[in-house]
């Protein structure tokens, strides 16, 4: 397929999902296919201006059109990702972004943390909410949401956690129906965002430390005493793992076990899997 017929195809998909939704308008409809366009077109920096000298409208008439507050980019992007993401199993994807950028006029302009870089750079976060399809091996994004700099989540009370968190309950009523399962990465393995999402009746999939503090579950029976009963038993040594109290699951690479047990840090029983490679060091297992 060439250069052309994939750019007709692009805007056919995008132009189908744009008519799915109501109150839109043929003007408004007309400035933003046209903006679709441009974002494909323009090869280095895309702002109004440049917009406005190789679009088919005036600079004013795109920025008129970005002020619109009312327009559903979660159903447009759900929409284009049920074309895609058709597998059976289904998750959603967490994870920020680091952007460089500079000026100080710029909201929420702060210190975030680089993973590229390994340091936190001055710039913006933008955190992302994609569709993973994992029969498929595909992934879509439904839509993001910027992180507000330190002096701004201070002022609200908030800490990073407590934003990210905040955020994706505010959506609930849009993600649950599509799916319970949150995956992300080992920062969010804490209680203040896995427990308040559990109770809102999300699945969270996470990475735990490689010394994270975890029992046995006990296999005593209630004594019938007073006081209240043993929860587990002994703390879990992954360098010498009681396979007994494991399921062992084929995999091509390594060996994979999994388990219940209390966390320590999570304040719960939860489900892991814990994977060991074949090769290299033995103290390099991954906790999921």
């Given at each position: 397929?060439?250069?052309?017929?994939?750019?007709?195809?692009?805007?056919?998909?995008?132009?189908?999902?744009?008519?799915?939704?109501?109150?839109?308008?043929?003007?408004?409809?007309?400035?933003?296919?046209?903006?679709?366009?441009?974002?494909m077109?323009?090869?280095?920096?895309?702002?109004?201006?440049?917009?406005?000298?190789?679009?088919?409208?005036?600079?004013?008439t795109?920025?008129?059109?970005?002020t619109?507050?009312?327009?559903d980019?979660?159903?447009?992007?759900?929409?284009?990702?049920?074309?895609?993401?058709?597998?059976?199993?289904?998750?959603?994807?967490?994870?920020?972004?680091?952007i460089?950028?500079?000026?100080?006029?710029?909201?929420w302009?702060?210190?975030?943390?680089?993973?590229?870089?390994?340091?936190?750079?001055?710039?913006?976060?933008?955190?992302?909410?994609?569709?993973?399809?994992?029969?498929?091996?595909?992934?879509?994004?439904l839509?993001?949401?910027?992180?507000?700099?330190?002096?701004?989540l201070?002022?609200m009370?908030?800490?990073?956690?407590d934003?990210?968190?905040?955020?994706?309950?505010t959506?609930?009523?849009r993600?649950?129906?599509i799916?319970?399962?949150?995956?992300?990465?080992?920062?969010?393995?804490?209680?203040?965002?896995?427990?308040?999402?559990?109770?809102?009746?999300?699945?969270?999939?996470?990475?735990?430390?490689?010394?994270?503090?975890?029992?046995?579950?006990?296999?005593?029976?209630?004594?019938?005493?007073?006081?209240?009963?043993?929860?587990?038993?002994?703390?879990?040594?992954?360098?010498?793992?009681?396979?007994?109290?494991?399921?062992?699951?084929?995999?091509?690479?390594?060996?994979?076990?999994?388990l219940?047990?209390?966390?320590?840090?999570?304040?719960?029983?939860?489900?892991?899997?814990?994977?060991?490679?074949?090769?290299?060091?033995?103290?390099?297992?991954?906790?999921?």
């Open positions: 397929m060439n250069t052309d017929n994939l750019l007709m195809q692009y805007q056919s998909e995008a132009l189908e999902a744009l008519k799915s939704m109501i109150n839109l308008g043929k003007p408004f409809e007309k400035v933003f296919m046209d903006v679709l366009k441009l974002f077109a323009i090869p280095d920096k895309i702002n109004f201006l440049q917009m406005g000298r190789y679009g088919q409208f005036s600079e004013q795109y920025r008129n059109t970005f619109r507050g009312n327009f980019w979660f159903g447009f992007n759900q929409h284009l990702a049920k074309k895609v993401c058709t597998g059976s199993f289904l998750a959603l994807a967490v994870d920020p972004s680091y460089p950028k500079s000026g100080k006029k710029t909201p302009f702060g210190k975030f943390w680089s993973g590229a870089a390994g340091e936190a750079k001055k710039g913006l976060e933008l955190t992302g909410i994609g569709l993973i399809d994992v029969d498929n091996h595909e992934c879509m994004t839509g993001s949401f910027q992180t507000p700099d330190s002096m701004t201070e002022d009370d908030y800490n990073l956690i934003w990210y968190r905040e955020q994706l309950i959506r609930k009523d993600l649950l129906p799916t319970r399962t949150i995956v992300a990465d080992a920062f969010f393995s804490k209680e203040t965002f896995v427990r308040p999402l559990v109770k809102e009746e999300f699945n969270v999939v996470s990475r735990l430390r490689n010394d994270a503090v975890l029992f046995y579950p006990t296999t005593e029976s209630p004594t019938g005493k007073r006081g209240r009963p043993k929860l587990y038993d002994g703390k879990v040594d992954f360098a010498n793992l009681d396979t007994s109290r494991c399921e062992e699951i084929p995999v091509d690479n390594g060996r994979l076990f999994g219940r047990a209390y966390s320590k840090s999570l304040k719960g029983y939860v489900k892991i899997a814990v994977w060991y490679p074949l090769e290299g060091r033995t103290d390099r297992w991954q906790i999921y």
